[in-house]
T-cell receptor, first 117, second 113 residues
Framework: AQTVTQSQPEMSVQEAETVTLSCTYDTSESDYYLFWYKQPPSRQMILVIRQEAYKQQNATENRFSVNFQKAAKSFSLKISDSQLGDAAMYFC??????????????FGKGTKLSVIP | GAGVSQSPRYKVAKRGQDVALRCDPISGHVSLFWYQQALGQGPEFLTY????????KSGLPSDRFFAERPEGSVSTLKIQRTQQEDSAVYLC???????????FGPGTRLTVT
């Protein structure tokens, strides 16, 4: 079974600065998806960014980018120019590309990000 | 268009009561998922529907949990004889198809006293 580990329960960043959230995962599969989700206090989970494991290029979405290290099974999220609206719980998630569980997401425990004005 | 909606947003139940949690997916989404999120944890998969067919219920923690989606749209998660350990946020997500992006609802926070 796949596992996702987020080792930072809480992080803080000054507004306009850059912060990196860490995620590691364990899998025996070669093809899969990795995601970062944001969950603000209202609890609606929102997809931030997605990475396909077969792509070597790191995904980017505006101020959000990832550092995907497949061999190390590491998938960190970098938030540049942090804004107050970035404050939320951030979850790293894994999804298989094939097999019986290829639709369900496996989440880490999350990292609570605070943005300091 | 409208996103995934869930009702009620909050539910308090006394231990032993039955509860029903509703999920309205995005119109046209054939795949529907239920996740359970305990306090301080990430969501955990409960069950998956493709249209009206429940294709995977491997994550349901006990036979007190039951989910249905009779017409392939609205889904209901029912918990019988609630226990304190059932206290959690129950999240529903839908997607256009099983391999596509999952869109989440706001969740129902269940507190069992």
């Amino acid at each position: 079974a796949q596992t996702v580990t987020q080792s930072q329960p809480e992080m803080s960043v000054q507004e306009a600065e850059t912060v990196t959230l860490s995620c590691t995962y364990d899998t025996s599969e070669s093809d899969y998806y990795l995601f970062w989700y944001k969950q603000p206090p209202s609890r609606q989970m929102i997809l931030v960014i997605r990475q396909e494991a077969y792509k070597q290029q790191n995904a980017t979405e505006n101020r959000f980018s990832v550092n995907f290290q497949k061999a190390a099974k590491s998938f960190s999220l970098k938030i540049s120019d942090s804004q107050l609206g970035d404050a939320a719980m951030y979850f790293c998630a894994y999804r298989s590309l094939s097999g019986a569980g290829s639709y369900q997401l496996t989440f880490g425990k999350g990292t609570k990000l605070s943005v300091i004005p | 268009g409208a996103g995934v909606s869930q009702s009620p947003r909050y539910k308090v139940a006394k231990r032993g009561q039955d509860v029903a949690l509703r999920c309205d997916p995005i119109s046209g989404h054939v795949s529907l998922f239920w996740y359970q999120q305990a306090l301080g944890q990430g969501p955990e998969f409960l069950t998956y529907f493709q249209n009206e067919a429940q294709l995977d219920k491997s994550g349901l923690p006990s036979d007190r949990f039951f989910a249905e989606r009779p017409e392939g749209s609205v889904s209901t998660l029912k918990i019988q004889r609630t226990q304190q350990e059932d206290s959690a946020v129950y999240l529903c997500a839908s997607s256009r198809d099983r391999g596509r992006e999952q869109y989440f609802g706001p969740g129902t926070r269940l507190t069992v006293t």
